[in-house]
């Protein structure tokens, strides 16, 4: 396994506990029960909603706080479609 999937493996762990810890502190899901695909994939697209907002302070070179939220939240999950559709 070379350093960049350990790295990318750590992130969507990460992603998932967060979602995960905020689901369970609103009420969402009881803790230690698993987080089912919707709830999973509701997180992923409130995270694409704000890395498109991020996009538009973006640096020349150095990319945008929108690439990061992605690269932390939601790049590593299978895409299925545009986020922008209804």
């Known amino acids: 396994m070379e350093n960049g999937d350990v790295e990318r493996d750590e992130?969507?762990?990460?992603?998932?506990?967060?979602?995960?810890?905020?689901?369970?502190?609103?009420?969402?899901?009881?803790?230690?029960k698993p987080m089912?695909?919707?709830?999973?994939?509701?997180?992923?697209r409130v995270a694409e909603l704000?890395?498109?907002?991020?996009?538009?302070?973006?640096?020349?070179?150095?990319?945008s706080p929108g690439?990061?939220?992605r690269t932390r939240y939601v790049l590593w999950k299978p895409y299925r479609g545009s986020f922008n559709s209804a």
């Open 11 to 32: 992130e969507k762990c990460h992603a998932r506990a967060e979602f995960r810890r905020i689901a369970v502190e609103l009420g969402l899901l009881e803790a230690g």
């Open 36 to 44: 089912d695909a919707a709830l999973l994939e509701y997180g992923f």
């Open 50 to 63: 704000c890395a498109v907002i991020g996009d538009s302070y973006a640096v020349v070179d150095q990319g």
């Open 67 to 69: 690439d990061h939220i």
